[in-house]
């Protein structure tokens, strides 16, 4: 078992920065990635990026060049850097971690509001 729990999320104007936070505990040496995720109001949850265990990071297309991610393994914490944010970037952002044979878990999200 693993729990994800997401902060860090805010209202802020079109062009400014948030850093988002997912902490994880319990069998987080089982944890094969950990990737970010968010849900506009009527869209579907989106893929936004991911690291693995090894390091290796992926990237939405939407958000390329914009968002970073990066992890702390001594806080068992990965940390989403979003700058240059646009209205579109608006959405409660969801972490979720691979865990041992491909279960996942989910965090109960954090709102990011975006104003234009």
């Known amino acids: 078992q693993v729990q994800l729990v997401e902060s860090g999320g805010d209202l802020v104007q079109a062009g400014g920065s948030l850093r988002l936070s997912c902490a994880a505990s319990g069998s987080t040496v089982s944890i094969n990635a950990i990737g970010w995720y968010r849900q506009a109001p009527g869209k579907q949850r989106e893929f936004v990026a991911s690291?693995?265990?090894?390091?290796?990071?992926s990237y939405a297309d939407s958000v390329k060049g914009r968002y970073t991610i990066s992890r702390d393994n001594a806080k068992n914490t990965v940390y989403l850097q979003m700058n240059s944010l646009k209205p579109v970037d608006t959405a409660v952002y969801y972490c979720?971690?691979?865990?041992?044979?491909?279960?996942?878990?989910w965090g109960q999200g954090t709102q990011v509001t975006v104003s234009s």
């Open positions: 690291i693995g265990r090894d390091g290796a990071t």
């Open positions: 979720r971690a691979n865990v041992g044979l491909g279960y996942l878990y």
